[in-house]
């Protein structure tokens, strides 16, 4: 199977493939609406962008709340299974384009489960407050700024009345795995169900033996919140898993 894709880069336009700031509440499956509180929605991906035999499956970019530090799930092995790990988590996009977690609600430190553990001890709530906070607001006057320019902007330089410093809403769209290399790729290995193979130079993962495709990679701050220098997005679209991880420089 051809697992290279058509490639697009630096994309600053929309079209009607892409759709920036989708609603939360459209995003994940009913049994699951806590993972709302776990993520910004940073833009959706019809994927017949890419294959047009994919047109109609719509996937989600999304930036986790956590980690404040280190990697996500990095405090929570008790709660891996085989589809999470440190910095890696997967999704089964539904038949109607709904995101299905397929690890446990533990596996977010600011779970709930978690609320009478050590984990979540006063000065840690304390800090993901200010931290989430902060985020959520940069997130919104991105909005804010999109509402009134069509653009991504970047809301620390740019001055609306001034000058406005555009950003990418995409850094990478499409093109070969084996050409996006970063940390992420030397970082904690994929969940169990998830085979990674790097041989001379070249990079391939795969779910029960079929490849998945790069999606999209760009940057948290882009989007005016904190996260990841590169957010990395796989898809295998067999099983319709759409899999997670983070480059951090």
């Given at each position: 199977?051809?697992t ?36 910004l929605p940073l ?25 404040i ?60 407050d ?27 330089t ?5 000058k ?7 850094s ?6 084996s ?45 005016g ?25």
């Amino acid at each position: 199977m051809n697992t290279i894709l058509p490639s697009f880069e630096n994309i600053t336009e929309l079209n009607e493939h892409l759709t920036p700031f989708p609603n939360s509440d459209d995003i994940f499956v009913e049994h699951q609406s806590w993972l709302k509180e776990h993520f910004l929605p940073l833009i959706s991906i019809d994927l017949g962008m890419l294959k047009e035999e994919w047109r109609g499956q719509v996937v989600y970019l999304l930036n986790p709340f956590e980690p404040i530090e280190g990697y996500i799930g990095e405090s929570t092995h008790d709660f891996h299974n085989e589809f999470t790990g440190e910095n890696w988590f997967a999704f089964r996009l539904t038949n109607d384009n709904r995101y299905e977690f397929l690890g446990n609600e533990g596996y977010f430190e600011r779970s709930s489960i978690h609320q009478d553990s050590d984990m979540l001890d006063e000065e840690i709530l304390e800090e993901y407050d200010e931290f989430i906070q902060e985020s959520i607001q940069n997130y919104q006057l991105a909005q804010e700024y999109f509402a009134k320019t069509n653009k991504l902007v970047n809301i620390h330089t740019s001055k609306l009345d001034d000058k406005i410093d555009q950003e990418n809403w995409l850094s990478d769209l499409g093109g070969a795995l084996s050409e996006q290399y970063g940390n992420w790729v030397s970082s904690p290995k994929p969940p169990k169900a998830f085979l990674k193979e790097l041989d001379d130079d070249k990079l391939a993962i795969s779910y029960n033996g079929n490849p998945f495709y790069f999606i999209a990679g760009v940057p948290a701050y882009n989007y005016g919140c904190s996260g990841a220098d590169w957010i990395v997005m796989l898809y295998e679209p067999i099983s319709r898993i759409v899999l997670f991880t983070f480059d951090w420089s």
